[in-house]
């Protein structure tokens, strides 16, 4: 396995994700990378974690699978996070000086799926805080435009937070009751109705090939993907990666998905710098 990019990060690159919060990185990842994830989401689709959840089934049976944190049981993401590029990409976008890992996520939607990401932010319901927050976004296969994940430019660096899509509504499974969350006390801000005129919010989404990624920070809006063509289906990997300025927090209410338990099982406190085995230093710059 290569753990060289197949090309540099390109200054503009760099330049793009600073100023919108989100850049498309196109061939950022050998093929031998993504059939090793997918090799991997196969055996945790097979064997999915107590966190996981299916945010959607149809009359029809079309599923849209979520599971997050399975890296520690799955060999393949395992060797991605610690072997792959993907820790010096985020360091790089972010110039930061050390990349710690957070969690990995898989968005898996059967053909046809219809069912698209509400619009929302990330990093204001986590456990920890900070500017330097980055995901990696990556399709195992090919995805058009209009399906693929989609972003407001710029909006990591509005002052606001929205109030947060309860994703614990989601469930037709059952779960639903252990999965609400209250984000009342964050915010009563909504997000304004980007679907009705995504045009004027700048949205930007694009046509990917498995190799490709977008980096996004994960204050920015993001949403909407989804509502497949009948016989295409979406499978996508992502990891969640912290650079200089992030730090433990934990919020009264509204942290989505909470790690506040795991973190004090493992001595971390508010405040602290994310580090141990569950959130390991990844990539520093020499
Ligand atoms: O791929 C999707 O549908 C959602 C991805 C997402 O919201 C995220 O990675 O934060």
């Not at 699978?65 to 049981?73: E, I, L, T, V, Y």
């Not at 050390?98 to 968005?107: C, E, G, L, P």
């Not at 679907?195 to 990624?213: H, I, L, R």
Request: with cysteine; proline share 7%.
């Amino acid at each position: 396995m290569n753990s060289d990019a197949p090309r540099p990060i390109t200054s503009k690159e760099i330049a793009t994700y600073q100023h919108d919060g989100v850049v498309l990185l196109p061939g950022l990842f050998d093929l031998e990378w993504i059939d090793l994830l997918d090799k991997g989401l196969i055996a945790n689709c097979k064997d999915p974690t107590e966190r996981s959840r299916v945010w959607d089934r149809d009359v029809e049976g079309r599923t849209m699978f979520w599971d997050s944190q399975a890296w520690q049981g799955i060999d393949e993401y395992r060797q991605f996070i610690f072997e792959s590029p993907a820790a010096q990409i985020a360091g790089q976008l972010m110039k930061s000086t050390h990349i710690n890992f957070y969690f990995d996520a898989v968005f898996v939607r059967s053909p046809g799926s219809q069912f698209a990401t509400p619009w929302h932010q990330d990093e204001p319901y986590w456990s920890v805080e900070g500017y330097d927050t980055c995901t990696l976004w990556m399709p195992l296969v090919p995805v058009k435009r209009e399906n693929a994940l989609a972003y407001v430019p710029g909006s990591h660096r509005l002052d606001s937070v929205f109030y947060q899509y309860n994703f614990g509504d989601l469930n037709p499974d059952g779960k639903t009751a252990v999965d609400q969350v209250d984000f009342s006390g964050i915010t009563e801000t909504t997000l304004p109705d980007i679907d009705a005129d995504p045009e004027s919010f700048g949205v930007v989404s694009w046509d990917m090939q498995p190799g490709d990624c977008v980096a996004f920070n994960s204050r920015i809006i993001h949403g909407g993907s989804g509502k497949l063509h009948k016989g295409t289906d979406l499978r996508v990997f992502t990891t969640k990666w912290l650079g200089d300025d992030v730090r433990i927090k934990f919020r009264d209410c509204g942290m989505d998905p909470d790690h506040s338990a795991v973190m004090t099982e493992h001595g971390l406190k508010p405040g602290d710098r994310p580090g141990t085995d569950l959130y390991p230093r990844v990539w520093s710059r020499t």
